[in-house]
């Protein structure tokens, strides 16, 4: 049912959105759950909902050094929050220094956490001199202000963090695959840094890999990081790792350039971006390979492609750049992924992720890491930050497979001040209609620093009324930019090919930014995207939008030939 939408008006305390509409004919369903969005976002004041400040631990002293009382040796950098990598629910020091305005000196002298120790004491600031002003000369923080962690005390195990528990882990037959980036490896002093390494995965036979687990080492600059699955052999650059994207504004950690709002709007025929990156090798011409990789990344040529391709961090000049980055155009099938506050990812107990013998694209892994390091905090610092495959030769009764949707990077284009923007892609019935049945087992949710909300709907077609109804729902209503877990589901969501669609829908609030904030690969550039694990995995499936409608999926004989067969 297609009708025409003039305007809506939600009422919500102290608040009231007009919502102007161009007077076109639009769908009933897709405006209902546009409207759905903006009237939780109108009941929910900003304030409401908790995000992770990185720059809180520069407020206090010793602020990046604080113990973790679960794990000696390690840090605490959320030390406000009860995740041990902020973001979520605050601890009794972070209520503190928020109700204290964030103000070191008016809760120095506090016991937050009640163990007997000033807060002042634990931060190695006894005397309450240091001020985010003046930093005076401080003590080695020996104490967590959050956790009671006093000498003599008993550590509230409640308050540390809980290890995933996969049962499938711990089975007789499973075996265990740790894949890390190097220890040489230095930080860049840049905000954003892609660096990428290959690793050889056992192919003597098949196997279904049952439980993901992340082993985040820098916890300040590891953000995200995706494991893909390569098709042929490939050298795999003696170990070594290369960058694959290089962000011409960002000069340097601290810099602040930034591009026009004419030139993160425009494109050029060769598929660069005035504002932003350029995908080409050192000699400036354009890589077939990396533009693969990037598409898997959401990117289009002639399109907009804000990410590109730089110098190798350590792989030995041009040579090693082109063959490394090459090698990439067969790497396109998502394994897992991870962001900040995610704890890994225990598949369905019917379902494994299958590589090995015989099966395609997975003959070499692929890790690409996302450092994020705002103000040069970390540069210089190391970074073995990887990835636990727990996997198993008794194969389960399922593969499972990993698809995209959501909102491309290169349509991405969010006006400056706007507290509540929404954005939405469908993936379109004409790819859907030549899927068969598959089951949703779980999903991760991603977006950046203006990210509020995001929902992907399954809507299916209601042949009496004409409508499409929701049968199943993926959603995050209070989005949190430091905790982003991938969700098993207690129950599988079927979605039929010949009748549903798969929608996404994503709330952005800009008020704080004075130009376009565009999508990319940066954390302050935006995305919007529902990675869906879902089984009987679809050779060649691995995403959808409607700006690819005529593509339906990113590589493969599937979407070559037998998704357009007939058409």
């Not at 009933?28 to 969005?37: A, D, G, N, P």
């Not at 929910?44 to 400040?53: G, K, L, M, Q, T």
């Not at 103000?103 to 004491?121: F, K």
């Not at 354009?286 to 961090?313: D, E, K, P, Y």
Request: negative net charge; hydrophobic residues 35%.
């Amino acid at each position: 049912m297609m009708i025409p939408v003039l305007f809506a008006i939600f009422m919500a305390p102290q608040i009231a959105i007009t919502i102007p509409v161009m007077m076109t004919m639009i769908s009933s369903s897709r405006m209902l759950v546009m409207l759905v969005m903006l009237l939780i976002s109108c009941c929910c004041r900003d304030d409401d909902v908790v995000s992770a400040r990185p720059f809180y631990a520069q407020r206090i002293p010793n602020g990046e050094q604080v113990p973790s009382p679960c794990e000696p040796g390690r840090s605490w950098p959320g030390v406000g929050h009860v995740a041990s990598s902020g973001g979520g629910q605050l601890n009794p020091f972070g209520m503190d220094f928020a109700k204290a305005g964030m103000s070191w000196p008016a809760v120095c002298a506090l016991d937050s956490d009640g163990d007997g120790l000033t807060n002042g004491q634990e931060l190695g600031d006894p005397s309450c001199q240091w001020t985010v002003e003046k930093p005076t000369q401080l003590l080695p923080a020996k104490g967590h202000p959050g956790i009671k962690d006093a000498p003599g005390t008993t550590i509230d195990q409640s308050m540390c963090p809980k290890k995933m528990d996969c049962a499938a882990a711990e089975e007789p037959e499973t075996r265990t695959l740790e894949v890390r980036m190097n220890a040489e490896e230095k930080i860049p002093d840049k905000r954003t840094t892609y660096i990428a390494k290959f690793f050889e995965l056992p192919d003597d036979q098949k196997y279904h890999a049952v439980y993901f687990e992340p082993v985040v080492d820098n916890v300040i600059s590891a953000h995200h990081f995706l494991f893909y699955m390569c098709d042929r052999p490939v050298d795999v650059n003696g170990g070594k790792a290369f960058e694959v994207y290089k962000d011409l504004t960002d000069e340097g950690a601290s810099s602040s350039t930034s591009t026009s709002d004419d030139q993160q709007h425009s494109a050029t025929t060769d598929g660069t971006t005035g504002g932003g990156g350029v995908l080409a090798d050192l000699t400036g011409q354009t890589m077939r390979g990396a533009s693969n990789l990037l598409s898997q990344l959401g990117f289009r040529q002639g399109a907009g492609i804000v990410g590109t391709l730089g110098n190798v961090a350590s792989s030995g000049g041009p040579a090693a750049v082109d063959d490394s980055v090459r090698a990439t155009e067969s790497c396109q099938r998502i394994l897992t992924g991870w962001a900040i506050g995610g704890d890994g990812h225990c598949l369905h107990p019917a379902t494994g992720h299958p590589f090995g013998r015989g099966v395609p694209h997975s003959k070499v892994g692929l890790m690409i890491l996302h450092w994020d390091n705002p103000e040069g905090r970390v540069s210089g610092e190391t970074d073995t930050t990887g990835l636990r495959i727990h996997y198993t030769p008794k194969l389960r009764q399922h593969d499972q497979g990993m698809m995209r949707v959501g909102v491309p990077m290169s349509e991405l284009s969010l006006p400056p001040g706007q507290p509540r923007y929404l954005v939405d892609d469908v993936c379109p019935e004409m790819c859907m209609a030549r899927l068969p049945q598959i089951f949703i087992t779980g999903y991760w949710l991603h977006m950046h620093l203006t990210g509020r909300r995001i929902m992907t709907r399954v809507l299916r077609e209601n042949r009496v009324t004409g409508r499409k109804d929701e049968v199943g729902r993926l959603s995050d209503f209070a989005f949190d930019f430091a905790r982003q877990p991938f969700v098993t589901l207690n129950e599988t969501i079927t979605v039929r090919g010949e009748t549903d669609t798969l929608e996404t829908v994503c709330l952005f609030d800009t008020t704080g930014r004075t130009e376009y904030t565009r999508g990319g690969l940066s954390a302050r550039e935006e995305m919007c995207y529902t990675f869906i694990s879902y089984y009987p995995a679809m050779e060649g499936v691995t995403k959808c939008h409607s700006e690819e409608w005529w593509r339906c999926t990113s590589w493969g004989q599937v979407g070559a030939a037998a998704l357009t067969a007939g058409r």
